[in-house]
């Protein structure tokens, strides 16, 4: 009777003949709501910007911790938790005309490119969805910051991304005229993220 072991010894090792694969190099990060914001600013009536924003911002971020370029991440922002400190815009902001919260729950990003410029910022593109629309746009991002540890032992990152965006592109098309000329709602939203991760694993 005879038995048969394939047990891997240091001499093979030693060889060469027995392939050591390598430590998986990414991590996972959640995004913390309570700390992260999607703010967005518009101006109306060619006057001064009005600032928003959405309170609630989840998702995820898959690090390459050798390779930032090789990560993605992914973002869900809840619609009906928009605030631009005003009840009535926001209600209207909510409604069929801007963002039909009711049809359209969410505003979702998806990563899909990430590069690196020549003075080591990141610019991040990908699939921008809003109210079922989707489009490719890219953010330039600051970050991210060095990893730290919170007070309860948590392992976190921060990063700040912005865009801008043609709110037309995604269907966001209401407006009003204005008796002096022109319109009441401009078209360049400029859209930025503040986002703090904490690692999972």
């Keep these: ?6 047990c891997e010894t240091p001499e093979l090792e030693k060889s060469g003949l027995v392939a050591i694969q390598p430590k998986t190099s990414t991590s996972t990060w959640a995004i913390d709501r309570v700390h992260s914001t999607a703010q967005f600013k518009v101006k109306p009536m060619m ?9 609630s911002i989840t998702g995820a971020l898959e690090r390459d911790e050798n390779d930032v ?3 993605k991440i992914r973002a869900s922002i809840d619609a009906s938790t928009i605030n631009t400190r005003e009840p009535q815009r926001d209600a209207h902001l909510k409604s069929a005309d801007f963002f039909h919260v009711e049809k359209h729950s969410a ?16 610019k991040v593109s990908g699939d921008l969805t809003i109210r079922g629309v989707t489009r490719n746009v890219v953010f330039d991002v600051e970050g991210p910051s060095p990893a730290q540890k919170d007070p309860w032992g948590n392992t976190r990152i921060g990063l700040s991304a912005t865009t801008r965006i043609s709110r037309k592109d995604f269907g966001l098309t209401w407006n009003a005229a204005l008796e002096a000329g022109g319109l009441l709602v401009g078209d360049a939203v400029t859209i930025t993220l503040d986002i703090q991760f904490i690692k999972e694993r």
């Design 69 to 71: 370029t090789k990560s």
């Design 107 to 122: 505003l979702t990003f998806n990563s899909t490119v990430i590069s690196k410029n020549p003075d080591g910022e990141l």
């Design 47 to 55: 006057i001064s910007n009005v600032l928003g924003e959405f309170t």
């Design 1 to 6: 009777m005879s038995t048969t072991c394939n």
